[in-house]
């Protein structure tokens, strides 16, 4: 079935270094690919999404890009902030509904 | 706009009690999806309501239950409650009409079942 692989964390950085988070997925078609955030006792939010191969979406920094040829979508950051610690969710949308992966936890130290 | 609202924000049931659990979406859309967040198994899919009906359906057991009112208000109702149901429920909502649209997710209802 469709499935989706994220780099494993904990993730701790120190303030200002640069972030990658792994996200590869296994989907039929052409799914939507989407970055979700979700802050302590929070729901999640948006923070990114990409509707085609080789779009490139973007906000508040982050940035990933749909690569259909290597089925991955892979989130970026060149500065983190310690207000970016938060539990990160790739999520292909596909046969109408969200395939969440596990989720990678990153801490942001000062 | 107004976001995506649930409630209650908490609840606390005894095993074999039933829980409703209510959301309301974002003005205009039609589309409310419900998820349930829990350590173990992370964020697993239940259903998705449009326009009244249900249009998509996870891998959960009957006791699992929801409807979509004409307003699209949203809820969700589980009978004969388990130990294994505490988790954080999540509603979203969205326009319903393509894949690229964004789901907009709700601050979520805690469930302990004790």
């Known amino acids: 079935g469709d499935s989706v692989t994220q780099m494993e964390g904990p993730v701790t950085l120190s303030e200002e270094a640069f972030l990658t988070i792994n996200c590869t997925y296994t989907a039929t078609g052409y799914p939507s690919l989407f970055w979700y955030v979700q802050y302590p006792g929070e729901g999640l939010q948006l923070l990114l999404k990409a509707t085609k191969a080789d779009d490139k979406g973007s906000n508040k920094g982050f940035e990933a890009t749909y690569r259909k040829e290597t089925t991955s979508f892979h989130l970026e950051k060149g500065s983190v902030q310690v207000s970016d610690s938060a539990v990160y969710f790739c999520a292909p949308y596909q046969g109408g509904k969200l395939i969440f992966g596990q989720g990678t936890e990153l801490s942001v130290k000062p | 706009k107004a976001g995506v609202t649930q409630t209650p924000r908490y609840l606390i049931k005894t095993r074999g009690q039933q829980v409703t659990l209510s959301c309301s979406p974002i003005s205009g859309h039609r589309s409310v999806s419900w998820y349930q967040q829990t350590p173990g198994q992370g964020l697993q899919f239940l259903f998705e309501y449009f326009s009244e009906t249900q249009r998509n359906k996870g891998n959960f057991p009957g006791r699992f239950s929801g409807r979509q009112f004409s307003n699209s208000r949203s809820e969700m109702n589980v009978s004969t409650l388990e130990l294994g149901d505490s988790a954080l429920y999540l509603c979203?909502?969205?326009?319903?009409?393509?894949?690229?649209?964004?789901?907009?997710f709700g601050p979520g209802t805690r469930l302990t079942v004790l």
């Open positions: 979203a909502s969205s326009p319903g009409t393509s894949r690229a649209d964004t789901q907009y």
